[in-house]
């Protein structure tokens, strides 16, 4: 595939410690607790309780060391930017006004600052870094998230292919490929392979994930069931009991001679689906397929008669 350089970048997108550090403005101040409102869009979605406990301990020491990064509302209300875990911890350590610094940011703004904010933490799982980053390509390349999962794949099967590329694609490649360099962790190609299949986790346990029910490598280790139902019953009374990432391990042991003997189980489903179908199949108009049915019946009613 031959890629032919436009000569445009992506737009740079500004560290944290930019907004934190604007000389011509007012440095920190201070704001009541209850005049500062959670974001709409927030992209960390779990908080580890043991790691917010150590933290709460040290607020009630030594107070907000960093003051967090706010942008004004009406009525004397902020908007958080950066620094929900430290807000919490000083909630629940029981303070009433924390250090702030407010900068007037517009949405897409803000939104970019919460995202960096999160790529920066050490316990960043995988599914949260892969959704972080997505977010800061749609705002770069001002699509959707699903849209650029789209541009990745078209470059992936232009490559493959030997195909090259139309001027749009390219454009927003390069920028893609821009940003991730800025990030430090990917290219495109690596990101496509190993990082977008998180996404396609069955929608139960990601959806757990993302509540922040339970841990990243819990998770994967409950996402390997395939049943189902097996995985479901899983999955809630991991998040029920909190169950350790080896008692969870140990349960899968337990189910895999019920999962091997899922022939029965398969059946009956195919068995299920064909009733559904059968109930809104026009056959019933049709005489010989209406008998044949009926034979079939016939034939099943009377194999489960048989002892």
Not at 115 to 129: F, G
Not at 144 to 152: A, I, Q, W
Not at 156 to 180: C, D, P
Not at 213 to 219: R, V
Request: hydrophobic residues 40%; positive net charge; without cysteine.
């Amino acid at each position: 595939m031959a890629v032919k350089k436009s000569g445009r970048t992506a737009p740079e997108l500004k560290t944290l410690d930019a907004y934190l550090s604007k000389p011509s403005e007012p440095s920190t101040s201070k704001a009541p607790i209850d005049k500062i409102r959670h974001p709409l869009k927030q992209p960390r979605r779990y908080f580890a309780p043991d790691k917010l406990a150590q933290l709460v301990k040290s607020v009630k020491e030594h107070g907000i060391l960093e003051p967090l990064l706010v942008r004004p509302l009406e009525a004397g209300e902020y908007e958080l930017v950066a620094g929900e875990r430290r807000l919490r911890a000083a909630r629940d350590a029981g303070l009433t006004e924390v250090p702030i610094v407010s900068r007037a940011l517009d949405d897409k703004q803000a939104l970019q600052i919460a995202l960096m904010e999160n790529l920066q933490r050490e316990d960043l799982n995988p599914l949260e870094e892969t959704e972080a980053v997505l977010e800061l390509l749609a705002i770069v390349l001002e699509l959707d998230t699903r849209e650029v999962v789209s541009v990745l794949h078209q470059s992936y099967n232009a490559k493959q292919r030997g195909i090259e590329l139309n001027q749009n694609v390219l454009i927003q490649l390069e920028k893609i490929e821009s940003l991730l360099s800025s990030i430090g962790r990917f290219n495109a190609g690596t990101f496509r392979s190993s990082r977008l299949p998180l996404l396609n986790l069955p929608s139960d346990v990601l959806e757990a994930l993302r509540k922040g029910e339970l841990e990243y490598t819990k998770a994967m280790a409950i996402a390997r069931v395939k049943d189902e139902q097996l995985r479901s019953d899983l999955l809630s009374l991991a998040i029920a009991e909190n169950l350790s990432l080896n008692e969870i391990k140990a349960h899968i042991k337990e189910l895999k001679p019920q999962s091997e003997s899922t022939p029965q189980r398969i059946m009956l489903e195919r068995l299920s689906e064909i009733s559904k179908r059968l109930q809104k199949s026009k056959t019933w108009g049709e005489r010989k397929k209406r008998e044949r049915i009926a034979r079939l019946l016939d034939e099943l009613d009377k194999l489960t008669k048989e002892s």
